[in-house]
């Protein structure tokens, strides 16, 4: 195998860097997606086709998502939901479950320290979903998460961990219903938006756009109520350890193109 001379690799990453920074301030200049959300998928499918574990795929995937996040940032995008954790996922295979739970408790807590990104960009992580399903290990490190990043507030990372849709709806009907029983809404009175507001993404702008790698196209129960309103909904063949920069420009381009027509019809 020929060598590539150090000066062509330096150009070839400075060209590269260069254009990157040129096609980020051209989308800059329209409408950029407030909320973006993520469907992580394809970790085990990559790790197979590499012939690798497939903790490994998993480990390849947290590194992404510090990548897609400092993208997003610098896109300008406010907030971003990832779907990191489905209750169903416990019926995964124990070994795999386990590395999981070991990875969130781990990495979590040190990205959300030593993340430049996370400092940065003032980024305040929030970890959604039935959390008592989690171990008393793995909470307390949840409560770790948000006390670190509790003064943040200039983004929002919205870590949706032992999730589904079904389960926050349920959560949120619960809640609405609780606000009956002690006074502070009239049954009669309940509206959708009484039910939104309890949603784990009430304090987040609106979900603007939805994208899921691996090729699959569906929503695997994952911000159904959020998405029944004006989301751009983008499916990739990209596994998530493979999705690029250049993905996630042209899903921000069609959602552009779209955004004018989306705005008319919330009018």
Same mark, same amino acid.
């Given at each position: 195998?020929?060598?590539?001379?150090?000066?062509?690799?330096?150009?070839?990453?400075?060209?590269?860097?260069?254009?990157?920074?040129?096609?980020?301030?051209?989308?800059?200049?329209?409408?950029?997606?407030?909320?973006?959300?993520?469907?992580?998928?394809? +970790?085990? %499918?990559?790790?197979? @086709? $590499?012939?690798?574990?497939?903790? !490994?795929?998993?480990? *390849?995937?947290?590194?992404?998502? &510090?990548?897609?996040?400092?993208?997003?940032?610098?896109?300008?995008?406010?907030?971003?939901?990832?779907?990191?954790?489905?209750?169903?996922?416990?019926?995964?295979?124990?070994?795999?479950?386990?590395?999981?739970?070991?990875?969130?408790?781990?990495?979590?807590?040190?990205?959300?320290?030593?993340?430049?990104?996370?400092?940065?960009?003032?980024? +305040?992580? %929030?970890?959604?979903? @039935? $959390?008592?399903?989690?171990?008393? !290990?793995?909470?307390? *490190?949840?409560?770790?998460?948000? &006390?670190?990043?509790?003064?943040?507030?200039?983004?929002?990372?919205?870590?949706?961990?032992?999730?589904?849709?079904?389960?926050?709806?349920?959560?949120?009907?619960?809640?609405?219903?609780?606000?009956?029983?002690?006074?502070?809404?009239?049954?009669?009175?309940?509206?959708?938006?009484?039910?939104?507001?309890?949603?784990?993404?009430?304090?987040?702008?609106?979900?603007?756009?939805?994208?899921?790698?691996?090729?699959?196209?569906?929503?695997?129960?994952?911000?159904?109520?959020?998405?029944?309103?004006?989301?751009?909904?983008?499916?990739?063949?990209?596994?998530?350890?493979?999705?690029?920069?250049?993905?996630?420009?042209?899903?921000?381009?069609?959602?552009?193109?779209?955004?004018?027509?989306?705005?008319?019809?919330?009018?």
């Amino acid at each position: 195998m020929i060598a590539v001379p150090a000066i062509f690799q330096y150009l070839y990453t400075e060209t590269n860097q260069r254009l990157r920074r040129l096609f980020m301030d051209v989308l800059r200049q329209g409408p950029i997606p407030r909320h973006a959300a993520f469907i992580m998928d394809g +970790n085990r %499918r990559y790790a197979r @086709n $590499l012939g690798v574990a497939t903790q !490994e795929g998993h480990l *390849k995937g947290f590194r992404k998502l &510090e990548e897609v996040l400092e993208w997003c940032m610098q896109l300008g995008i406010p907030a971003v939901s990832i779907y990191a954790f489905s209750i169903d996922n416990f019926n995964r295979p124990p070994e795999e479950v386990d590395t999981l739970m070991k990875m969130a408790k781990e990495k979590l807590v040190v990205f959300c320290r030593e993340s430049e990104t996370v400092r940065k960009y003032g980024i +305040n992580v %929030r970890v959604c979903g @039935n $959390l008592k399903l989690l171990s008393p !290990e793995v909470r307390a *490190k949840v409560d770790e998460v948000h &006390e670190i990043t509790k003064n943040n507030n200039k983004a929002i990372l919205n870590v949706c961990f032992a999730y589904n849709s079904s389960d926050e709806i349920a959560t949120a009907m619960r809640r609405t219903i609780k606000d009956t029983t002690d006074g502070s809404l009239a049954t009669e009175a309940i509206q959708w938006k009484n039910i939104e507001d309890h949603l784990f993404t009430a304090d987040s702008p609106p979900l603007d756009i939805l994208i899921r790698t691996s090729g699959e196209n569906r929503f695997s129960d994952f911000l159904l109520c959020q998405i029944a309103k004006h989301c751009s909904i983008h499916f990739t063949h990209s596994l998530w350890p493979e999705f690029t920069l250049w993905d996630l420009l042209k899903m921000i381009l069609e959602f552009q193109v779209t955004f004018a027509s989306v705005e008319d019809k919330k009018m």
